[in-house]
């Protein structure tokens, strides 16, 4: 079974620009939720989505959005990018319901010029 | 709100010693706790979970961690390190069925020396 997909790997981008990024979850995976890597915060959650809707989100500010599209497969997009948006992000996807192993892509590296 | 302090920011143990990691948890409820690995310029792998039964958790790799309610902590370990261990290591608490939202911990890197 393949594993959760990540496109693209590397992106460099300048302030203002906006990025989208994809995620494509585990064959009959139908949650994706969407985590920030970074040197000084950590890994922090952005979002979940679960059957198209969003089921949970964490404190990051309007910029950051996110969809599921009907084959569970996620985007998430960033509007007006700042230096501080360079990051990996991290895109783990799972079954969806109670105590469920969540499993992580290799992630999108971001860098914000 | 939940929380995971892992107090150790940098680890190195020789090969072939033991290892143990510390997590601390805040929780409001009977938590749901992972321990994640991450090697350089990788996503995250799962080593081992727990969410109820038995306190002692059995996981890949040769790794065990044991959840102790009384003092909040979920602290990794293993009897012997090999060189292929050296990676960061993550703690992280699960929101259980409120859906899939993990809070990490700040993690702890490990250096094995030959």
């Known amino acids: 079974k393949a594993g959760v997909t990540q496109t693209p790997r590397y992106l460099i981008k300048t302030r203002g620009q906006q990025v989208t990024l994809s995620c494509s979850p585990i064959?009959?995976?139908?949650?994706v939720s969407w985590y920030q890597q970074t040197p000084g915060q950590g890994l922090q959650f952005l979002f979940e989505?679960?059957?198209?809707?969003?089921?949970n989100k964490g404190n990051f500010p309007g910029r950051f959005s996110g969809r599921q599209f009907s084959n569970s497969r996620s985007e998430m997009n960033v509007s007006t990018l700042e230096l501080g948006d360079s990051a990996l992000y991290l895109c783990?996807?799972?079954?969806?319901?109670?105590?469920?192993?969540?499993?992580f892509g290799p992630g999108t590296r971001l860098t914000v010029l | 709100a939940q929380s995971v302090t892992q107090p150790d920011i940098h680890i190195t143990v020789s090969e072939g010693a033991s290892l143990e990691l510390r997590c601390n948890y805040s929780?409001?409820?009977?938590?749901?706790l992972f321990w994640y690995v991450q090697s350089p310029g990788q996503g995250l792998q799962l080593l081992l979970k727990?969410?109820?039964?038995?306190?002692l958790v059995q996981g890949i790799k040769g790794f065990e961690a044991e959840f102790k309610r009384s003092q909040s902590s979920f602290n990794l370990r293993k009897p012997s390190v090999h060189w292929s261990d050296a990676a960061e290591y993550f703690c992280?608490?699960?929101?259980?069925?409120?859906?899939?939202?993990?809070?990490f911990g700040t993690g702890t890197r490990l250096a094995v020396r030959p």
């Open positions: 783990a996807s799972s079954l969806g319901v109670a105590n469920n192993e969540q499993f």
């Open positions: 064959s009959g995976h139908r949650s």
């Open positions: 989505y679960f059957s198209e809707t969003q089921r």
């Open positions: 929780y409001g409820a009977t938590p749901y």
């Open positions: 992280a608490v699960g929101a259980g069925s409120s859906g899939d939202k993990l809070t």
């Open positions: 727990y969410f109820s039964g038995d306190t």
